[in-house]
């Protein structure tokens, strides 16, 4: 595939950065994860937006605008033959030479961008998607998930915990025994027909799916969408609980810690919202 490094397009072999970079050493940067189907983006500027906010929070200066970053991308996804592509986008605080925890003066950042395949855009259609079976845990990451840090231990931690268990995502809650997302998802349930999420906080990455799901159900208005606190015991007695991300779109769980959400089927009112947010995702 086709990559892009600091100023230019190569083949990813010949992309190389040093191992002194603090990307590498730290995990400090920040990254992002545009969905693209058929050449068509959902959420660029939104996604554009929360890693220029992301950069600023941990102090990274980049000069690039977002006609810079829409170029870029879109050569991306040109290059890479089009077709159901999600584009990954990086910026390290780069590399001065060594391995000191003050952050460098006038280093340039690293900047590296490829694409990957992802699955075909959800159809919502109950007969054909996919669901999913999570189990839970008590989220041990840091109090700072709100910034999309390339440091992900905690969460690729979280999510193996759940995947050696059989389960394909793991819901996280704090210690409060309050919902915060999924180690790579925002989480929702569904109970009497309200659609309920936690808040926007530093306990949560603040998902542009999530962004665009819930602009598009507030827009429509026909469904009901609380923000608020969502314990484990609402968890455990939800008629339906959903994941959302750029990859999965509004994704059902029909398994929660070993027994069947509601029926052990795909609800009426996750079809209902995939159904819009299928309908309206690309005004975003
Ligand atoms: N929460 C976490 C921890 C994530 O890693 C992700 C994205 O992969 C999300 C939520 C969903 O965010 P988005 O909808 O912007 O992909």
Known sequence: SIVFLNDSFMPME???ISPMDRGFLFGDGIYEVIPSYDTKLVGFAPHIARMQ???????IKLDWNVDKWREVVESLIEKNGGGNLGIYLHVSRGND???SHAYP???APTIYAFAFDI????????TITKTYKVNSTEDLRWKRCHIKSTALLGNVMHFQQGFTDGCNETLLFNANNELTEASSSNAYIVKDGVITTPPLDNQILPGITRLI?????????SLKVEERVVT???????DEIWLTSSSKEVAPV???NGKQVGNGEIGNVWLTAQTLYSAGKYNY
């Not at 906010?53 to 102090?59: R, S, T, V, Y």
């Not at 699955?119 to 109950?126: G, I, L």
């Not at 484990?232 to 939800?238: H, K, Q, S, Y």
């Open 254 to 256: 029909i398994e929660f």
């Open 53 to 59: 906010e992301g950069l600023e929070l941990i102090g």
């Open 119 to 126: 699955p075909a855009a959800t159809v919502a259609d109950k």
């Open 232 to 238: 484990m015991d609402e968890v455990e007695n939800a």
């Open 97 to 99: 030479g060594k391995r």
């Open 213 to 221: 799901l819930l602009d598009i159900l507030a827009k429509d208005g």
């Open 105 to 107: 003066e006038n280093v």
């Open 14 to 16: 010949q992309a190389k």
